[in-house]
């Protein structure tokens, strides 16, 4: 079986998932071609796995004179069928100029994966995520009625608009959509005709847990608090840190490592000094996956405080890791998550709360332990990257 892969930026730091879930589909003998809507650049290829997936990625623009020509070349045999895409692309955007305009872009980009497509024998293109990729992808597919196409939903940023994403009509087209959680498939049940429900399959991110079977450091009498997350105001590192506040006043020992980089590290730096944290609170800034496992054999906890995600897969690390984890209490988590047993999901926004889970895992090991262990045993039974490489092989078999 063969197939495409298509992102608007392959591969990305945030999306070190999708990279995971290109080397267990092609573990299981399927062949996928990567492409990416626009070229990735080499910071987001920190590791060597990155690099790799970066040199075999094709990115549809910029446009070379070669593609130029191909493209071209297409609109001159099927003259027809290129305007009738575009009458439909531009007939079926959101209101406004700019949305028309970027409708004109994605009609060429689609026919620049389909030369891709035809020329490498491939049938079918999965998308992650329903952004510009689900556009090209269903206007491929509307071009060529021989290709079909299927995306992952994972939420939160689609869901917060429905109308700017036009998710409903991309579930409706799509052949097939895997949703990361009983969640995200409940949230397109509510925006769709019953007819589409059989085509929503719950196919849950996985990982390779034995990548993640580290060595815990020696305890000492600090808690040490890992937050592995892009530096965003809805992954909420600045309720963390007043929790972290409230925590030393309370005269608890707590270090926080705030891991990754973003558009609000000045925020968050900011936020430390006001708070007097400097002396407790470590930026590492971006990193490679290569450095994840020390970072996680380093802490005691994991806390992700988040106002908005999809299943977060970097609870997934740490709970693989055996670490006990504090999060919070939205979309998918709670299935990830059980509360009180591999760790605590609090009411997000409240740093009260935070800390006072902190707290308890700071003065008991034993529960530490007994929390990291039950959420190793999640992570192996239910977010396996191989088991849900199989479960979405299984889907595209039933496409191609």
């Known amino acids: 079986m063969k197939l495409a892969y298509l992102v608007s930026r392959y591969p990305a ?3 070190t998932f999708i990279l995971r879930e290109v080397e267990a589909v092609r573990a299981r003998g399927v062949e996928v071609e990567t492409f990416s809507v626009r070229r990735a650049s080499v910071a987001d290829a920190l590791g060597a796995r990155e690099r790799d997936a970066l040199a075999t990625t094709t990115a549809l623009v910029p446009l070379t004179p070669l593609t130029l020509i191909g493209l071209l070349a297409t609109i001159a045999r099927r003259p027809g069928d290129v305007a009738r895409l575009l009458r439909h692309a531009v007939g079926t955007a959101n209101p406004g100029v700019r949305n028309r305009v970027w409708q004109v872009f994605y009609v060429v ?3 620049v994966l389909w030369r891709h ?6 049938t079918h293109v999965h998308v992650h995520f329903a952004n510009v990729a689900a556009d090209v992808a269903r206007l491929c597919a509307r071009f060529d009625d021989a290709v ?6 994972h939420g939160p940023t689609e869901l917060d608009d429905i109308t700017q994403w036009d998710l409903a009509r991309k579930t409706t087209e799509a052949a097939a959509v895997a949703c990361i959680s009983d969640f995200a498939r409940s949230q397109l049940m509510a925006i769709t005709d019953e007819s589409v429900w059989p085509r929503l399959h719950v196919v849950r991110c996985g990982i390779d847990a034995d990548r993640f079977d580290v060595a815990r450091k020696s305890d000492d009498s600090a808690l040490d608090v890992l937050c592995v997350a ?3 105001p809805r992954k909420g590192q600045r309720v963390l ?3 972290a506040a409230r925590l030393r006043d309370r005269g608890v020992d707590v270090r926080v490592t705030l891991a990754g980089g973003g558009p609000s590290v000045d925020a968050v730096e900011r936020a430390v000094d006001e708070l007097g944290l400097r002396d407790r609170v470590k930026l590492t800034g971006p990193f490679g996956q290569e450095q994840l496992a020390g970072l996680l054999a380093a802490a005691d906890v994991f806390c992700l405080p988040s106002f908005a995600e999809g299943v977060p897969v970097s609870l997934m690390e740490a709970m693989a890791s055996r670490l006990p984890v504090v999060t919070t209490a939205i979309a998918g988590i709670p299935e990830l998550v059980d509360d009180g047993v591999s760790g605590f999901v609090v009411a997000p926004g409240r740093a009260d709360l935070l800390a006072d889970a902190l707290e308890r895992l700071a003065g008991d090991a034993d ?3 007994r929390m ?3 959420g190793r045993a999640t992570v192996e039974a239910r977010y396996s990257s191989a088991a849900n490489a199989a479960t979405l092989v299984a889907v595209f078999e039933q496409l191609i």
């Open 148 to 153: 079909s196409w299927s995306f992952t939903m």
């Open 241 to 243: 840190l007043d929790a």
């Open 13 to 15: 730091v945030s999306h």
């Open 230 to 232: 892009q530096l965003l």
């Open 372 to 374: 990291g262990e039950a």
């Open 109 to 111: 980009e689609a026919l």
């Open 367 to 369: 529960l530490r332990r």
């Open 117 to 122: 497509l035809r020329r490498r024998g491939i």
